[in-house]
Every structure is written in C-alpha cells, then in structure tokens.
C-alpha cells in the first residue's frame, strides 16, 4: 500500500473534507487537501534527507495526509480521535500491524499538550504539521475580523522547513509581515508548538531552529 493509494482513496477524502468542514463551522483556519498534502510531502521530505528506508518515508507521508481526520469527530481530542478512525481504515485495507502501530502512533501524538514524538514518522509529522504557517490558510476575508490565529497564519508570507544532515539542524523559516501581526503573537500561539518541535528534533537527533525574517530566534 503506498501513500498515492491513500491519497486516492474515497473514503479518506470524505473524512478529510468532512473534517475541514468541521473546523470551517468553528472558525479555524484551513485543514483540507492543500494542508493534509503539504504535511505529507514536508513529513517524507524530512525523513528522506535524514537517509530514512523508503518504507518508513512512506509512512510519514501516510500520516500526514491522515493526521487530521479525527475533527470529524470533534476538535477535541482529534488526534486520537484520528488514531482510533485511522487504526480501521488500514486495518481493513491490509496494512501490517507493525505499520499501523506506526502511523496510529503518530497520529495520535501529533498535537501540542498531549503528544509526543515516540519515533522518526511521530517526529517528522510533528515538524511537517506545525511548520504549515501560511497566508492562504485564513479563510477570513476581512482583517478586521482577524483573530490571532488568522493575523499569525496571514502574515506569514512564505515558510520554509529546511534539514542540514551536516550540521545536524532543521530549521523553520518564516518571512513575517509584521503589518498584520507582531512577532510577540506569533511567540503567544506557537510557543507549545515550538516545544514540540524542539522534542521532534531531537527524536530525529537534529536541533531544532526557528527564523524569523532571516533572524534567528531559536
Ligand atoms: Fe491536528
Ligand atoms: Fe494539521
């Protein structure tokens, strides 16, 4: 089974769209295919550069295009929500128990308070999922409506995660208009998750750096 299965997969869709649904009634910002495909391609591209098995990149990529199905249950709780739902799905499509002990793992520890980063595809989905900071996520027309998710998600106007096998780095890098949101909003919302990477990093045995308009903060 490989991830373009998954991606094609119909049920799977409908979960993904149901889910972003979900978040779109709760005024969250974007979490549909260009979210769930960007983390899958940043989470295998982690993997891949770290000199990974192209099984355990496959993985990654499978998880991140899952990660976030479990809102069609409730925000709450949602990764292990998404865990539980994404245990039957492989189950039922084949996967062996090995490979979804992996994947189920990583689902249900890919958000900031409860997860943690158990392996390599737990730790890259980490880093692929929290470094999806972007304009075109904010569904918000107006700016005056902004609440701090949208003014962070829309300042951002490129991101960027980058590994250095060499130095042993992995580096998150944001070019922030600071027109719409301070950097201090960003440090407010993401400080959770920049811990999580943190941990991410090293599971992968790299350390963690963020930067911001090509200063580094972390
Ligand atoms: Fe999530
Ligand atoms: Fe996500």
Redesign the pocket.
């Known amino acids: 089974m490989t991830y373009e299965q998954i991606r094609k997969d119909p049920a799977i869709r409908v979960y993904i769209s149901q889910a972003d649904k979900t978040l779109d009634a709760l005024g969250y910002t974007e979490?549909s295919f260009a979210?769930?495909t960007r983390?899958a391609e940043f989470a295998g591209e982690v993997l891949q550069e770290l000199g990974y098995e192209a099984r355990s990149v496959e993985l990654a990529k499978i998880a991140g295009f899952m990660?976030?199905i479990g809102n069609v249950v409730n925000r709450s709780e949602h990764s292990q929500s998404g865990a539980v739902m994404a245990f039957r799905i492989l189950d039922r499509m084949g996967f062996p128990p090995e490979e979804i002990a992996m994947i189920v793992s990583a689902i249900g520890n890919?958000d900031e308070g409860t997860g943690v980063p158990v392996d390599e595809v737990a730790a890259a989905l980490i880093l692929a999922?929290k470094s999806?900071v972007r304009r075109s996520r904010v569904r918000v027309k107006d700016p005056k409506d902004f609440d701090i998710h949208d003014r962070v998600n829309y300042s951002v106007t490129h991101s960027d995660l980058e590994v250095d096998k060499a130095e042993k780095t992995v580096a998150l890098r944001l070019s922030v208009d600071t027109q719409f949101s301070s950097v201090m909003d960003y440090f407010e919302i993401f400080m959770g998750r920049m811990l999580l990477c943190r941990r991410a990093a090293q599971r992968l045995g790299l350390q963690f750096r963020l930067y911001i308009n090509e200063q580094q903060l972390v």
């Open positions: 979490h979210h769930v983390v990660h976030d890919h999922d999806d």
